[in-house]
């Protein structure tokens, strides 16, 4: 029992997240075939675009104590908004900002209906998932939109002097921007604060109703920004983008070490968990290893990343 107690006190699920993949990127690298280069790893991160925009919201949602898996049908609604307005001749910033303007939208109505009218965070964004993923069906009664627009194969496909994509460089400035409000600012503070106890917030005069809509704006707006990304990427308008994209990113937080019961948490946890899931599957496509097979791997390490934050006082009563 004491050496339990001296395992929890110690342990930093953000640490174990780090050496996990230090050892995932070794044993890939010297099992897997053309692991180890340049272009490989620009591969990974390339993948991890969409879903690192979409955790970083995802985090301070899950921070705050709530849960939202209806980012992958905002994911294809604002892919849909963007694409069918460029390949209907809009402007390629227009078709951007109308994809973050949708998922602003989509973050609108999660945060009102939890928020507001209360509804649990899981109930409501299980019913919008659907509402948002036919919501994109009916756009183009379920078929698929060539965009055809060259310029706007830039936010997805585009590479700054042909070595970093943009849209890297947009993951990991969403990231840093993430780091400071959640550690610098009052609203982060907040963040935290409801997250830890909504009610010893609430007795301390801070507004909870407005701090847990906002989180949710905020992971809807970045959600809108994934599907410009998505859809750029495609060259396609596609109503089934982000199908399961729930999974990815919410266990790619909760494996970077943010508690499902709020309250604790950090964006570089995130970008560890989002390193090892998109590694991992890269690594065993490299391996020719089954897409059930990856299926199967990614969700044994989620309940392993569940079962540490249980381990350290997290689990459920």
């Not at 694409?83 to 951007?96: D, E, F, R, T």
């Not at 585009?158 to 400071?180: D, E």
């Not at 499902?260 to 890269?282: E, F, H």
């Amino acid at each position: 029992m004491e050496y339990l107690v001296k395992f929890k006190k110690y342990l930093s699920q953000e640490v174990t997240a780090l050496i996990a993949y230090i050892m995932l990127f070794i044993t890939f690298a010297i099992i897997a075939p053309y692991f180890f280069t340049f272009r490989n790893i620009i591969n990974i991160l390339l993948y991890s675009s969409v879903i690192g925009v979409c955790a970083a919201g995802m985090t301070m949602v899950l921070i705050s104590g709530a849960i939202d898996i209806s980012v992958g049908s905002t994911i294809a609604l604002s892919g849909m908004a963007a694409g069918l307005s460029i390949a209907g001749g809009a402007p390629v910033w227009l078709g951007i900002f109308l994809a973050v303007f949708t998922g602003l939208v989509c973050g609108a109505i999660n945060g009102f209906l939890i928020a507001k009218m209360r509804i649990l965070p899981l109930i409501t964004t299980l019913a919008t998932m659907s509402i948002f993923r036919g919501t994109a069906m009916l756009t183009t009664n379920g078929l698929s939109q060539l965009i055809g627009n060259p310029g706007f194969r830039w936010l997805g496909r585009g590479y700054v002097l042909n070595v970093v994509p943009y849209c890297v460089l947009i993951m990991l400035g969403i990231f840093f921007i993430t780091y400071y409000v959640l550690r610098f600012t009052p609203f982060g503070r907040k963040v935290y604060s409801v997250g830890g106890n909504a009610e010893t917030s609430r007795l301390a005069g801070i507004n909870v109703r407005l701090v847990r809509f906002s989180v949710f704006v905020i992971a809807g707006g970045l959600a809108g920004l994934g599907g410009a990304i998505t859809a750029s990427q495609t060259g396609t308008a596609i109503p089934t983008a982000g199908l399961g994209a729930e999974m990815d990113v919410i266990g790619a937080v909760v494996l970077g070490g943010t508690s499902l019961n709020g309250g604790r948490g950090n964006i570089w946890g995130t970008v560890l968990g989002i390193l090892i899931l998109a590694t991992l599957q890269n690594g065993l496509t490299l391996m020719n290893v089954m897409s059930f097979w990856q299926t199967i791997a990614k969700g044994i390490v989620l309940i392993i990343a569940v079962t540490l934050d249980v381990m350290r006082g997290g689990g459920y009563e």
